[in-house]
């Protein structure tokens, strides 16, 4: 899938996700989290900006899975995925001790850029779902640089 | 500024953001943040979940300079804002000992909810600019409840 | 093992670490941690506030193992731990995508009060190493309370 | 004041502090902070590691005061403060909305290392009361280094 145009940002990244969330006949990867004391605020449920650490972590142990250890990724090739827009519902609030399943599923892809959709889950309950767009990028000028091409194979099988 | 209608989160928030920022003659609450170690990561940057907390600051302060102390408002009234969604640009990246300003505006808002647009700032450089739409809670059932009528005098006015 | 006299906080808790190590034929629980970017500062090393985050999520796993869940506990019993007193020696820095061991050792104990003492670990090699004295408090009035006895009954099988 | 003989990390760092506070007669460095939800967890608290966070940002500002920018220091000299043995009592918990004063008194130096005396105090009344050790560390290859001669000067006037 590939992407030609502007950068897309000021539409919503939301949009596709149905389809390819159930135009596939693949699972998404899911990574599980732990509720701690750490993730909650005083309102008695998981801090909203931590969402993102668990979407960020799920991001991590997927390109892992994927053979893209993310430490090694920026040393051999000195490019490193930086978020450029994120747009998040919060459904239901998770609270301490759940046990969270965290999805990635790569729905767009270009040169430089990935989107994931990500999802929260408690069981078969939604709690955030996401849209995550992410640029590759040269970590010494922080330009956008282009992916590994074993890195743009392995998402696009993905896809 | 009324809201009529079904809940507007597949529609993306930030379309009508420059309306609102130019159409008004009043510069929007604005907040200072300095980036200390804690707010960075090992990519050199601010990490990207943590602008949700300097949004979060602005928008404690700048409701307790409308006259809504965040704790007094919930001891008092028994609900709470929390935030249902949000779209995050992440435009050029912070770094070490920046100093930010953070800045809060009320774009639209209903008997329960508000919509702020946010931005952070490093001098005249947009660095990230959000939409956080806001549900007021009661926190004991954690159910949509109608914000205090002050509150909403007050809101109404600032937009 | 019980406890005599006024609130210990002004003795070293890290002395009696070695007999406590050395002396059982136990190792001690150990709960993995993978670094990602949230838990990194901008010198490239583990922040070193989140070492508290890793050993706390240690300290809930292995009262999980013990067979104490966090949120049950707290539901049924309306206690919870709080630590009063930590004493952390940063030996040497975690960095980006390591997986980390977290162990936590009961080693001391009264009614209401227990000292673990934990260290990070990778592989072989120390990073932090802790001691951290926590309260059992009743979480209505904050006021110290006695734990269940269950849970002293499991911890007396721990030390 | 000079210091002789090994690291002295095995001896309680707390015991001098009396001293240093009550012998001088200037009152320590005091920098504000603001309790937002993002410091409190679920126990309705601030998340014990957060303090760490508080007193990081009250050195920064107090090196600040000193002349010395965080930013600049490091880029100029090439070296940087790292924590190498905390102790903190939580004698008190703070909470949602709390303005709390984060002192920093510098109470021993050598070439190469600092410890500092700091509190968070709401009001009068103390919340937690640590000992940081510090390390001057040359970034590059992660040991100790000698602090550049401006700061030394400035610390001993500040002891």
Redesign the interface.
């Known amino acids: 899938m590939s992407v030609a145009g502007p950068p897309q940002?000021?539409?919503?990244l939301?949009g596709k996700r149905r389809e390819a969330t159930h135009g596939g006949n693949h699972s998404p990867f899911s990574f599980p989290v732990?509720v701690?004391?750490?993730d909650?605020?005083?309102?008695?449920?998981v801090?909203?900006?931590?969402y993102?650490?668990f979407m960020?972590?799920a991001r991590?142990?997927w390109l892992a899975a994927l053979g893209f250890?993310?430490?090694?990724f920026e040393r051999e090739h000195g490019v490193?995925f930086?978020?450029?827009?994120?747009?998040?519902?919060?459904?239901a609030?998770a609270?301490?001790?759940d046990i969270l399943d965290v999805t990635v599923e790569a729905v767009d892809r270009g040169a430089s850029r990935l989107v994931t959709a990500q999802e929260v889950r408690r069981g078969d309950e939604p709690i955030t779902r996401a849209r995550i767009a992410l640029a590759c990028v040269d970590?010494a000028r922080?330009k956008p640089a282009r992916m590994p091409k074993p890195l743009q194979y392995a998402l696009e099988a993905a896809i």
Do not use: M, S
């Not at 909650?40 to 449920?45: I, K, S, W």
């Not at 250890?69 to 090694?72: E, N, Q, R, S, V």
């Open positions: 940002d000021a539409r919503p939301w732990r701690y004391y750490e909650t605020d005083a309102a008695g449920v801090y909203y900006a931590n993102l650490k960020e972590r991590t142990e250890p993310l430490a090694a490193a930086v978020v450029h827009r994120a747009e998040i519902d919060f459904l609030p609270r301490l001790n970590t922080w």
